[in-house]
């Protein structure tokens, strides 16, 4: 069964690095989104990403976040210069054009920011 | 009114019980609600949908209920069974064939005793 991947399970960086993460979306999906989860909380959008633009931003999502889908292949969420609250499970997911509406995660990457 | 409202934040049931979760929301623009289960360290798992057409589904053990006057939803596990022991998130989006935004419930964590 096809699914997202994400690369690194965890990256740990200090305050103020750049960190890249990664993420593989299932083949023939069309839209992207980004999404992260503080310990314990719920689930929060950041971005989503349609034909090589971003369709929609939350507020979380701010100048020092950027995203990429640099190849066929990977979509990436950049993040400049980090900070302590940037703490959290970041999740890539993908849902196709066919009308179902449903997104599909990968496993998450855990961003420590020490 | 982009909220959705989750209870109980963590329910305890019996093997063999029936686990209901509840989950209310504000925006009538929201025609999409998928339920998610997510275990430890893992991405969350598409568990179960429903489009406001219809006021069940069922799926297995699992079933949604959606009352669209009263603007809420919930998910019934028949027979649960340990295995199920996870945290479920309800969510809701506009359906607009892709590239809409999940908006999360803030989860309940569900145990189930032997």
């Known amino acids: 069964e096809p699914e997202v991947t994400q690369t690194p399970s965890h990256q740990v960086t200090q305050m103020g690095q750049e960190v890249i993460l990664r993420c593989v979306p299932i083949s023939n999906h069309l839209y992207f989104y980004w999404y992260r989860q503080i310990l314990g909380q719920k689930v929060e959008f950041l971005v989503s990403?349609?034909?090589?633009?971003?369709?929609?931003k939350s507020e979380i999502f701010d100048d020092q976040f950027s995203v990429e889908r640099p190849d066929g292949s990977n979509f990436t969420l950049k993040i400049r210069s980090t900070k302590l609250e940037d703490s959290a499970m970041y999740f890539c997911?993908?849902?196709?054009?066919?009308?179902?509406?449903?997104?599909?995660f990968g496993p998450g990457t855990r961003l420590t920011v020490t | 009114q982009q909220q959705v409202k989750q209870s109980p934040q963590s329910l305890i049931v019996q093997k063999g019980g029936i686990s209901i979760i509840n989950c209310a929301y504000e925006n009538t623009a929201f025609d999409y609600f998928p339920w998610y289960q997510q275990f430890p360290g893992k991405g969350p798992a598409l568990l179960i949908a429903?489009?406001?057409?219809?006021s069940e589904k069922k799926e297995g053990r699992f079933t949604i209920s959606f009352n669209k006057s009263a603007k809420q939803f919930s998910l019934h596990i028949m027979d649960s069974q340990p295995g199920d022991s996870a945290t479920y998130f309800c969510?809701?989006?506009?359906?607009?064939?892709?590239?809409?935004?999940?908006?999360f419930g803030t989860g309940t964590r569900l145990t189930i005793i032997p």
């Open positions: 969510a809701a989006s506009r359906a607009n064939f892709g590239n809409e935004k999940l908006t």
């Open positions: 429903i489009r406001p057409d219809v």
């Open positions: 990403f349609y034909n090589n633009e971003i369709s929609e």
């Open positions: 997911a993908s849902s196709d054009a066919g009308g179902t509406w449903e997104q599909y």
